[in-house]
């Protein structure tokens, strides 16, 4: 009677959102946490955004719609990727979909067999890996280490490949590192794939507009175009127009993996809300110029937590050139103790530790694929990081 599905047993809980709910928890009991686990804007949705919603309820725009998205979000989609990325697509290479892990996971399941492999470079998103597993497909991990940047090369990449070889995913800029891949570094790899013609390529483009290089952000179908007819484009508006709960992502690719997405969504979900698509078409389509503000903030937010962290006892922080992350290194905090007598032996133990000493909630590095590490989301205000970076700072001097 309790027997679960072969599928569901290849996947585990996201790390992430465990992390978050034990946070809320604490909370809720009244402890003094502070919790930067959760890949989430503090920023409030623009109200332009909220009015199109509004404005959609009130003229009844409450009912079923095509299964992938609207003619007029679709048409969105279509202006986004033209505007910002130099990239050309008609509304039947155009998918949305009920937010980005969501575009994500209709894609692999839709192409996705027993035996094939996706290429997964490491550390990566929590859920990548889960949605290859339940596919029935076999993660390949890359590891790009804090020596390259967190990011892979076009030697590694090549070695990777093998007939089996399905698809190969790129996360720029990356969570959790917040590696960012230049145009020339994605050009490296893409003149790698081209030589593998068997090999589809996704990149997840989320967090696009958090952006600090000192070079335009590029995607790889923008600047390898060669590569256009095998290349799966996904995005969204959760991150830079802070609409998590909104749930919208999308895509842009090949109409025959679009179709695919469609047939399996007609089966699962239907259509993502036509309230919230009707919000996409404004966030889309209207001004633009409050990005370059937030952007801002983050990068300050992203200054002050790097300089913290590296003054940390232990810790090598990189700085990330995009996202809202950072992703310490904490090789030099492994066999120690805590003033407990505890051995702090994995980067787990030491989340663990910061959270039951220090009331302080981060991920550990071993959910992202690369260890010793951890993941801080710097998505929240200065004062509330310098606390948390002190409470660390001192958590860290009292290792031995």
């Excluded at 007819?229 to 679009?258: E, Q």
Aim: aromatic share 8%; charged share 20%.
């Amino acid at each position: 009677m309790t027997r679960t599905s072969a599928a569901l047993g290849r996947i585990q809980p996201s790390a992430t959102l465990a992390m978050s709910a034990r946070v809320n928890a604490l909370k809720a009991a009244g402890v003094d946490v502070i919790g930067l686990s959760a890949g989430e804007p503090d920023f409030d949705t623009p109200d332009f955004i909220k009015e199109a919603a509004i404005l959609a309820i009130r003229n009844g725009q409450t009912k079923y719609t095509d299964v992938d998205g609207t003619v007029a979000v679709k048409d969105a989609v279509a202006l986004k990727f033209k505007r910002d990325n130099g990239i050309v697509y008609e509304r039947n290479q155009i998918s949305v979909n009920a937010g980005g892990k969501h575009t994500l996971f209709n894609a692999l399941v839709a192409t996705v067999d027993v035996g094939d492999e996706v290429i997964i470079p490491a550390p990566y998103w929590v859920s990548y890996p889960d949605i290859v597993n339940y596919a029935g497909g076999t993660p390949v991990f890359i590891e790009g280490p804090a020596s390259q940047g967190y990011k892979i090369t076009a030697a590694q990449l090549e070695a990777a490949i093998t007939p089996k070889t399905r698809w190969m995913m790129l996360n720029s800029p990356s969570n959790p590192s917040g590696a960012a891949y230049s145009a020339e570094e994605l050009k490296a790899l893409g003149e790698v794939l081209l030589r593998h013609p068997h090999v589809l390529v996704m990149t997840d483009d989320m967090y696009e507009h958090v952006w600090y290089a000192p070079t335009p952000f590029a995607t790889i179908a923008q600047v390898c175009p060669e590569l256009y007819d095998r290349t799966l484009t996904v995005n969204g508006c959760s991150k830079a127009f802070s609409m998590t709960g909104w749930r919208i992502g999308f895509a842009g690719g090949p109409t025959w993996i679009i179709k695919a997405m469609s047939k399996l969504q007609s089966q699962s979900t239907s259509n993502p809300c036509s309230i919230s698509q009707a919000a996409a078409v404004a966030a889309l389509t209207g001004e633009q110029d409050f990005l370059e503000e937030r952007n801002a903030a983050f990068k300050r937010r992203r200054d002050m937590v790097v300089s913290m962290l590296n003054d940390a006892p232990g810790l090598s922080c990189p700085t990330p050139e995009g996202a809202f992350y950072v992703y310490p290194d904490a090789s030099g905090l492994m066999g120690k103790a805590t003033p407990k007598g505890e051995k702090i032996a994995t980067d787990e133990d030491l989340i663990t530790y910061f959270l039951d000493e220090a009331k302080v909630a981060a991920v550990h590095g071993g959910a992202f694929g690369l260890s010793p590490a951890f993941r801080i989301s710097y998505a929240t205000s200065e004062d509330v990081l310098k606390k948390a970076c002190t409470r660390i700072q001192e958590a860290c001097a009292a290792l031995k």
